[in-house]
């Protein structure tokens, strides 16, 4: 469940719901990977979203192949698909807004994720051998440019995970030196420190405010 600070409060506004599936085509096996963000009904007179964030990355490298986002926030629409080619290094990006259709052939490096695998990229990490306040870096592509990432070790808590019970979790911080995200370590999420990695809690500090999501279910 998504929470946005409304006048000194957490007020629960949206669900979110991130989904990881195995693709096959004809000549390989992808993870389908999806972020779907709604607000509950009872908002959509007040702010209204349905986003939808797509990613088809490979299994064992996590590296993008096709990547797609679609905002509805507010009115506001936007429709992005990236095709990442097979250097790994070169991305052709289209951009649909209400004023027109903007094409993109930009270079990237050869780690560079999504907004969709950066989430599956961080369960991956090697927190069990980061020492407080230890960092990696990870490259972000987001609106047809590249974001250095910054992702800080600072510690272990046992929070709650939703139908997971109350679990020990590594804290990390996430920052960048763009207006996206921003504080020092105001932008936070609880991973379980077990084999299954799962993120039980988010908290953001963005321009519009601050918010946080919190698991309530968790499935396979």
């Known amino acids: 469940s998504a929470s946005y600070n409304m006048s000194g409060l957490?007020?629960?506004l949206a669900q979110v719901s991130i989904t990881t599936e195995p693709i096959s085509t004809s000549k390989k096996t992808f993870y389908h990977i999806s972020l779907i963000a709604t607000t509950f009904s009872k908002w959509d007179n007040f702010f209204k979203i349905?986003?939808?964030?797509?990613?088809?990355?490979?299994p064992s490298t996590l590296i993008p192949s096709l990547y797609k986002?679609?905002?509805?926030e507010g009115g506001y629409t936007k429709n992005e698909k990236y095709i990442f080619k097979s250097d790994h290094k070169t991305v052709e990006g289209t951009?649909?807004?209400?004023?027109?259709?903007?094409?993109?052939?930009?270079?990237?490096?050869?780690?560079?994720?999504d907004v969709a695998t950066l989430i599956l990229k961080l369960r991956m990490l090697d927190f069990q051998n980061m020492k407080i306040g230890q960092k990696r870096l990870l490259t972000l592509v987001f609106d047809q440019k590249e974001f250095p990432v910054s992702i800080k070790m600072l510690g272990i808590e046992s929070v709650s995970g939703g139908n997971l019970g109350k679990k020990e979790?590594?804290?990390?911080s996430i920052s960048s030196n763009t207006n996206k995200l921003r504080g020092t370590d105001k932008n936070l999420i609880w991973i379980t420190n077990d084999k299954k990695r799962v993120p039980v809690l988010i908290k953001f500090s963005i321009p519009v405010g601050t918010g946080q999501l919190d698991l309530f279910s968790c499935t396979n």
């Open 69 to 72: 986002r679609s905002i509805d």
């Open 95 to 113: 951009t649909k807004t209400k004023r027109g259709e903007v094409k993109k052939t930009f270079t990237i490096g050869t780690s560079t994720y």
């Open 50 to 58: 349905r986003d939808l964030y797509e990613s088809y990355v490979d």
């Open 169 to 172: 979790c590594y804290k990390i």
């Open 10 to 12: 957490m007020t629960k």
